[in-house]
């Protein structure tokens, strides 16, 4: 059989150091930003076409406020003579960006699977504008989803008890935990085999701290280990945070400062972990 | 003389024991079609991940344009671009979407985009389909969106991962069609297959891969020649009769005949003549063939001239195992030409 391998002209490792560079500082930057952004457009497209995505995101919580409204809510007693409704919202919303992020996970495990990522690898973009992306999107969808469940919140008797600031102040703390936690779900996607593994990763996971959490019920019926659990958990400490915000630091013993600190201080700790490893899983893929 | 691409001596291992590459070595030149060919698991798709940055070699150098994949990743993935077995495409996103966001990502401007993207779609024959979203498009049209994301930013060196495996013969020309224009624009072109008539029909030059290591390279003529032009199958009652057929074939052929189960494989030059031949030789002994057939070269027999033995990648195929001298083969699938070995996905 003859060899046809051409002359070799270059040292191996000694390649050339001329030709189409990749942008440094400030335009990789912008490079990083549109990329970033062309990802989150893709991801935000691909909701409004997924029936299973566009479902979670509109009629899913809307029927969760409804449900818990009308049907659970007259038998659950909140303190200090609150409505239902009015203890209800902060709960529903972390209930709603919590199992949202599931689909970031399933999402980010489907791009894997289908080879997506591997595109993406080939391309001369930034590195990290596939998850920056993703997480990007699902913010947005987030915000979608608490104005969803706040019209509807209104309609149903919601009244903002603490006036517009405290409720803009609580939906943001709720936004940036939901980021966090959306790095967490990215590790899981990105780890997960295929995406229904993903999903049965997650879910575990975010399950018992949603419900073992003060979000629908007040503390007072669970027996006391519970109610170190719930009230310590980071979604119990968001909630209450949130709760002293929208509702009024009467509301909930201790002082919305404390709770805020809490609060903000497990969103920046889970990203601090989950931001990281995300990253460092997407680089080992292999 | 530049070469496109450059693979010197790669060597990649996974999870510390499956070796897909061990020390593979090859040069494409630039404007040329290179064929890597190989059944499932030779390492071809290793082979083409490492050359686009995706995956680091443990050891060896690979080179696109002179660009060091691993220490000048980024420039070389504003050089390539890449088409796999996958069809990677968004399938939520219409086909106009997929190519505007694999050109944004390229960061080529948004009118340069949109010319490219309407330019590629009316060449793909996807202008009708371009507003539907992806999942609605069947395999062919997939596949071709993916190569036509792969040109966006009109890539100098294009590499192409089984582009045609699962695709119906009518697609897969279309797909052959397509390559070869390209490289009629100066693209250069890596491609892998597992269809020897399709590196024949593209490739100027092959390397011919398994268990990660090049077992043969030379342009598909080379390749061809040390085989025979043709291949006569000449089918028997029972496997012993094809063996005693065999040793009466012994010196007709251009290379000695094989065995598989109830047929005579015979690697000959001159297909007609010989068959004359075989046939008066059979009836003078009272024999009548089962089948009968003139056929070009497959893969396998690639294999079979190179390494002696078959490719491995009809394991699953136990039905049609029948023990012969002793051990045990297996029957090639219906061996058409360019015949796949196996058209799945890995």
Known sequence: MSTTTAAIPYEAGLARADGPAMPRGVARLRWAVADTLTITKRNLIAYTRIPESLFFSTLQPIMFVLLFRYVFGGAIHPPLGLTYIDFLMAGIFIQSVGFGGIGTAVGLSEDLQKGLIERFRALPMARSAVLAGRTTADLVRNVFVLLLMTGVGALVGFN???????????????????????????????????????????FPILFPLIFASPAFVPL??????????????????????????????????????????????????????????????????? | MTNAIEAHDLKKTFGGEVRALDGVSFAVEEGTIFGLLGPNGAGKTTAVRILTTILSPDSGTGLVLGYDVVAQADRVRTLIGLAGQYAAVDENLTGRENLTMVGRLNHLARDVVAKRETELLEQFGLTDASDRPVKTYSG???????????????????????????????????????????????????????????????????????????????????????????????????????????????????????????????????????????????????????????????????????????????????????????????????????????????
């Open chain 2, 140 to 346: 062919g049209m997939r596949r071709r969106l993916d190569v036509a994301a792969a040109l966006v930013a009109r890539p100098k060196v294009l590499f192409l991962d089984e582009p045609t495996s699962g695709l119906d013969p009518h697609s897969r020309v279309d797909v052959w069609g397509m390559i070869d224009r390209l490289v009629g624009e100066g693209t250069s072109v890596l491609l892998t297959t597992q269809y020897l008539e399709e590196a024949d029909t593209l490739a100027r030059d092959i390397a011919v891969v398994d268990h990660g290591r090049v077992i043969a390279e030379g342009t598909p003529a080379q390749l061809k020649a040390d085989l025979g032009a043709t291949v006569l199958d000449v089918g028997l009652p029972d496997a012993e009769l094809a063996r005693q057929v065999a040793g009466l074939l012994g010196s007709v052929g251009a290379k000695s005949p094989t065995v598989v189960g109830t047929i005579v494989e015979l690697p000959v030059d001159d297909g007609p003549r010989v068959a004359m031949e075989v046939l008066r030789l059979l009836d003078q002994h009272g024999l009548v063939p089962t089948t009968f057939r003139i056929r070009e070269p497959s893969l396998d027999d690639v294999f079979m001239a190179l390494t002696g033995k078959r490719t491995e990648a009809d394991d699953e195929d136990e039905t049609t195992s029948i023990p012969t001298d002793g051990k045990r083969r297996r029957r090639r699938a219906p061996a058409a030409a360019g015949a796949s070995m196996d058209g799945g996905p890995r």
């Open chain 1, 160 to 202: 903002f008890p603490n006036g517009a600031p405290g409720f803009i102040a609580a939906c943001a703390l709720s936004l940036f935990f939901a980021y966090a936690l959306l790095w967490g779900f990215a590790v899981i996607g990105l780890a997960a085999s295929n995406s229904e593994t993903a999903q049965v990763m997650a």
């Open chain 1, 220 to 286: 007072t019926s669970m027996p006391g280990w519970l109610r170190w659990f719930a009230t310590n958990q980071p979604i119990g400490a968001v909630i209450n945070a949130m709760r002293s915000l929208m509702l009024g630091a009467k509301y909930v013993p201790g002082s919305t400062s404390g709770h805020v600190l809490v609060a903000l201080a497990w969103c920046v700790g889970l990203l601090l972990v989950f931001a990281p490893l995300a990253v460092w899983r997407y680089r080992r893929i292999s």
